[in-house]
């Protein structure tokens, strides 16, 4: 859990009254500073302290406050992250202490903490202390020192020193060296406070015995857990040098302005030897470093002039400590350190950064109301990162500074919408270096105007007119409001507000659309039923409060010729005439005496037409007659009367059919059928109706009758096919032999009974059409004889030239079940 430090910055506080009003008004204006302390390397989600709860901020005011992070540099805002439903500061980024502040003693990240409603920036500081996450390291795996054997006991040879990237305690290194008799390890403290290990030397050598050592090194910091660092050192006794190189200081200095290019020389160091010959030629290099550091510097290994090798900033690093090293000819080294202080120089202009910007601004704003909060920062140090502000531009606004480079853009006056609906200022920064710099960002503040016009029809009632049979979604009208206000106060939505669409509990004909006011039909409409209706169109603005109107709709529904007309005598009679076709009883008809003169009114036909106007205008039209010159129908009036007297030829029963039709585009029409009977009076009308009757009846009969010789006659032809089949297999048995088992058989072995059927089947229930046929009496044939052809079939017009089957007198049919008079006659065949 990290370390939270909370503390509010202002002058020391008194007991005196005045002191403390003084010191309470004084901490209310500065901003409040919170800090926070994690150790590094945390994870990506790892919890850095409850922001909005140090911050004085409850779980129910975050969705109104909407806290968030700020800050001018963009590296800040990489490493932290604030969630929005708890208030909770959490690491963003795996934080490295060494990445990020290199071989500083402090390391900390500052960024804001921006609070609306109201607007308030507070001053959020990180440190991040260090992990002993690096094991001391030395830049060779292995040395090498070669010992004169003349040298003396207590001597000591400085050996290299260890490198620890942590900090702090962490890189605090002692030394430990293997046990040996010949040698031991001391440790020299440098004016920097390092400890330099020292080999020292505890009695003379012989190289005659012994003539190298191996040793091994080991550096140990002082974190938890402890890491460690090993080197091996080989001591090779020779003969000679026993001079080592010595430096004129353990510790050189130099600055190097933060624009000097690659090249520039830094620094010249040189060390003397006392040795003579090969034994005092030096060579100087780098020790163990990190990369960056070698990236940034070269030295030359004969003179030992250091240069710049790539460009520096200051900002990025501010120092860097190179180790060198020199090596006479018979390998003793020799260690200084070069501190390079780099030089700031005013190459950064301010940047500035918009943390919020309020806009748009109601025009009735009160005066002081925060608009925006920037934060001005200046990458450079001392007088080259210290920035004004100003705006520039003629605008009610003004820039009030804040604490830790903040800065509030206040209203100074009312704000007036009708004036100005946007208000356009520059925020000038400008630091104190010389030649000083200056950057610039553009303000854009809209000003939001308040609701206080309602939505205007461009007419108080609006009319339309709709064809009948529509489509479902067809465009009725489109009405249109006009609103004086801006932005979401002066767009206009369309509402349906009542009206006579439809009736409760039904769906309404018509829809609006919202946004375009338009007024789609819901269904297909019709007008046989609804003509017209009306709907109340209610326009209303996104102001808050909301502000509306209503206009009123109405709708006519025009006519279409989509109905037939409907016959409404004799409808009936033509159902009638279907039942009696079925069996039922006959329909019903209209006697006409025979001694009726020409314009004797029969009937009339009475039908309407459900439409209107022309489509409802009717005509009557006689289509089709038994005795056409007989009849005549009225164009309009539809009565049917004799066109001529009634003669003694005329057939006793007539069939009138008329055609209804309508006057639309394209025009429907509709049948009646009318029955006549031509007879004196009705007692003589009723022989010929109950004639009809029987004939159905018979009909009935002969159909079911039909039917039940149809299937008895598959079946036998069925039966006939098999012992066809069976008589030719027993035919050639016979021929070949017949067995005993056969000979129980009578030389008669096929039945010659005949059939006979009824004649008269012209009505029936199967669809379709057989040829029947009435068998001959029985006589003697041959054995396996076929049956005769059969006769000429008759012909369909034949069968059916009367308007119905009629039933054949007894005189001339046959009777079921009775054979023909004479034997020999040929069969009669119908379909």
């Not at 470093?289 to 030295?299: D, E, G, R, T």
């Not at 206080?452 to 465009?475: I, K, M, Q, R, T």
């Not at 008895?712 to 032809?717: E, F, P």
Request: aromatic fraction near 6%; charge should be negative.
């Amino acid at each position: 859990m990290a370390v939270r430090r909370r503390q509010r910055r202002g002058p020391g506080g008194g007991r005196a009254l005045l002191a403390a009003v003084l010191l309470c008004v004084w901490c209310r204006a500065a901003a409040e500073r919170v800090r926070y302390a994690i150790p590094e390397e945390l994870g990506r989600g790892s919890l850095v302290g409850p922001l909005a709860r140090d911050l004085g901020l409850s779980a129910d005011e975050l969705p109104v406050r909407k806290l968030q992070v700020a800050s001018a540099g963009k590296k800040q805002l990489k490493y932290f992250t604030v969630n929005e439903e708890n208030g909770n500061l959490y690491v963003n980024e795996r934080l490295d202490r060494e990445q990020m502040c290199g071989e500083s003693a402090t390391c900390s990240v500052s960024f804001e903490a921006l609070v609306h409603n109201p607007l308030n920036v507070f001053r959020v500081e990180v440190t991040i202390e260090d992990v002993n996450d690096n094991s001391p390291a030395f830049s060779n795996a292995a040395l090498e020192l070669d010992i004169g054997e003349w040298t003396l006991p207590g001597a000591r040879f400085p050996l290299e020193m260890a490198q620890d990237a942590d900090s702090g305690s962490n890189s605090l290194l002692t030394y430990q060296l293997t046990s040996n008799p010949s040698f031991s390890l001391v440790m020299k403290e440098s004016p920097d406070g390092s400890n330099q290990p020292e080999l020292v030397l505890e009695r003379a050598l012989d190289r005659e015995k012994q003539s190298s050592f191996e040793l091994v090194l080991t550096a140990v910091d002082a974190g938890n857990p402890v890491r460690s660092g090993t080197i091996r050192i080989r001591v090779n006794v020779t003969d000679a040098n026993d001079n080592p190189p010595v430096f004129g200081q353990d510790r050189y200095r130099a600055r190097l302005r933060e624009d000097a290019t690659p090249g520039t020389r830094v620094l010249n160091i040189s060390a003397s030897d006392a040795d003579t010959g090969n034994n005092a030629r030096i060579t100087y290099g780098f020790g163990k470093m990190l990369a960056k550091v070698l990236q940034k510097f070269m030295i030359d290994a004969e003179s030992g002039m250091i240069t710049l090798k790539e460009a520096l900033d200051f900002e990025d690093t501010r120092g860097y400590t190179l180790l060198v090293e020199a090596r006479d000819g018979g390998g003793l080294v020799a260690h200084c350190k070069v501190v390079v202080e780099v030089l700031d120089v005013n190459d950064n202009a301010p940047e500035i950064t918009v943390l919020s910007l309020s806009s748009p601004v109601p025009e009735d704003t009160p005066a002081s109301t925060v608009v925006s909060v920037l934060n001005i920062n200046d990458l450079d140090s001392g007088e080259n990162g210290q920035v004004s502000c100003e705006l520039s531009g003629e605008a009610p606004l003004s820039i009030v500074a804040s604490s830790g480079g903040s800065y509030k853009v206040v209203t100074a006056g009312a704000l007036d919408r009708e004036q100005a609906s946007e208000h356009r200022v520059t925020v000038v920064a400008r630091d104190r270096g010389r030649p000083a710099l200056r950057s610039s960002a553009e303000l854009v503040l809209e000003v939001s105007d308040v609701n206080d016009n309602a939505p205007v029809f461009e007419e108080a009632a609006y009319s339309a007119y709709v064809a009948e049979n529509n489509a479902a979604g067809a465009l009725v009208l489109r009405v249109q409001a006009r609103d004086a206000d801006a932005g979401a106060n002066g767009r206009v939505s369309y509402w349906l507000a009542g009206g006579s669409a439809g009736a409760a509990g039904a769906a309404p004909l018509v829809s609006v659309e919202a946004r375009s006011g338009a007024l789609y039909a819901q269904r297909s409409l019709d007008y046989e039923q609804c003509r017209e209706f009306t709907v109340a169109v209610r326009a209303q603005d996104g102001g808050s409060p909301a502000r509306s109107s209503t206009a009123t709709v109405r709708v006519f529904v025009l006519d279409r010729n989509d109905n037939a007309p409907r016959v409404l005598w004799p409808a009936a009679a033509a159902a009638a005439a279907a039942g009696e076709a079925a069996g039922g009883a006959p329909p019903p008809f209209e006697v006409v005496p025979r001694s009726a003169e020409a314009g004797y009114l029969v009937a009339k036909v009475v039908a309407v037409d459900a439409d209107a106007g022309r489509n409802a205008w009717l005509s009557y039209e006689l289509v089709q007659a038994s005795e056409p010159a007989l009849f005549r129908v009225g164009l309009h009036s539809g009565e049917v009367r004799t066109a001529r007297a009634v003669s003694e030829r005329d057939a006793a029963k007539q069939r009138v059919v008329a055609v209804v039709k309508d006057h639309g585009q394209p025009a429907l029409s509709a049948t009646a059928t009318l029955h006549v009977v031509l007879a004196e009076s009705l007692q003589e009308a009723l022989p010929e109706l109950s004639e009809r009757a029987a004939g159905a009846e018979a009909a009935a009969a002969a159909a079911a009758e039909l039917q039940f010789y149809l299937v008895l006659a598959l079946a036998l032809l069925s039966a006939l096919l098999v012992l066809s089949v069976a008589l030719a297999v027993l035919a050639r048995l016979r021929r070949a032999g017949s067995p005993a088992v056969l000979r129980c058989l009578g030389a008669q072995r096929f039945s010659v009974a005949g059939a006979a059927f009824p004649a008269d089947f012209c009505e029936g229930t199967l669809p379709y059409s057989y040829n029947l046929c009435v068998a001959a009496p029985a006589r003697a044939v041959p054995e396996a004889a076929w049956p005769p052809p059969p006769v000429p079939i008759l012909s369909a017009e034949e069968l059916l030239g009367g308007d119905s089957c009629q039933k054949p007198s007894p005189s001339s049919d046959l009777v079921v079940g009775e054979l023909p008079a004479d034997p020999d006659a040929p069969q009669v065949c119908k379909a």
